[in-house]
């Protein structure tokens, strides 16, 4: 059975999109508001009987979405919560169609770093549908799952969508890093010097931080904040543990 | 620009090339890890060559030196790290692969960095470089026999042969 929840409002901003939730199952809703009222995206096989409903207005990506219509975070009580229907539309869909259940295959992947179940799950969704708050959700799953090159796509594409969205526009710029910018800058003989020492003496200061410079070693401590208080803070000096 | 390794046209793979050692890392692991000196924004440290990981994984005594900003970051992430859930923020950081020979390559790149309260657990691992975010975004070669690591920018070269010039 698919079953999509409907909701009626009041006091609620034109273009406003929520992020709800069956709590006892951690099920994910993202709702539209139309001119008729919310209307979520539907899901499959639950027994709404099952479930003890809580609309959950203060998660964080409640809060994103309604600071971005410059309006106060709401609280539950400004909500016709009383007036919250649940509808059944006796329609059967596919499973791989139907979005909660793929959110919750999401959520299981990125528990278990699976990124091939994530992969799979992302794949069903058209993510140009979705709002920016989800879509901002599913990259931290991506990461999670061990799925950093869909994190990426997700958070590229979402910014271009969506160039209101501030974590969204922070997320792309920091997965997309721009690489090489310098390639052209000049030797440091030290370095294999360093390196070279390291090979030598590594073994009579084991699990030590240490500090070496040209080949040289500067000091030795348990940590690397007591050893930069002793040797203090270079560029040309090489902190490691060895 | 010195050129290390060539592509079989003469086109440039390496520019730049570094020493690194080789430690088994952890109290459990026997096989050795290569590990690369590299700058991570002003600290030379060495790090650990992991494609196997996404990102660079700084460890949280060098991310302490470095002192990154929080609010520059994507925070609230979790990484599995060595089988281990980790909570910590995502940042860019600037890299620095320092040449012994040729030229040295500068760096943007994407790096976690675990939550101060995985300091403890971390214990005295090092940092890692990983693949995604890192590694991909430059060309790079290993000689185990002289246990030299050599790298360039990706330029525009498709050849996939690459050969050393004597």
Redesign the interface.
Known sequence: MTTALQASHRNVPDGFIASLALERYSLPIYANQTNTGWTSSPFHDVTLADYELHWSPLQVPFRTEMAQTGVDAPTLAEYDVDALEVTSTGTTMNGSHNLAGVWEHLRIAAEAADERRFIAAYASVDWTEQPPGAIMRAVRLAISADAPLAARKLATEGAQRHPEHAELQKAARILTPAGVVRSDLPPDPNMAKNVQWLKDHRDQYRNQWVAVQAGRLLGVAATLTALIERVGKREDILYTVA | ?IMLLFFADNGPFA??A????Q?PIGRDERSSRL?L?V?LE?????AILDTGT??VICAP??A??IGLDAA???E?????IRGA?VNGG???LQM?I?????????????AFVPDPEFGEAWG???SFLGL???LE??RFAVDPAT?TFYF???GEHQNSTSEQRP
């Not at chain 2, 002003?42 to 060495?46: D, N, R």
């Not at chain 2, 609230?76 to 599995?80: D, G």
């Not at chain 2, 012994?100 to 994407?110: C, I, K």
């Open positions: 620009m520019t730049g570094v020493q690194y050692s430690l590990l000196p700058q002003g600290s030379l440290t060495e996404p990102y005594q060098i302490d030196a520059s970051a994507l609230n992430v979790r990484l599995s859930s995502l940042h860019l620095r320092r040449a012994d020979r040729g030229s040295s390559l500068a760096l943007e790149v994407t005295m691992l090092p995604t975010g890192c975004r430059f246990d360039g920018p990706l």
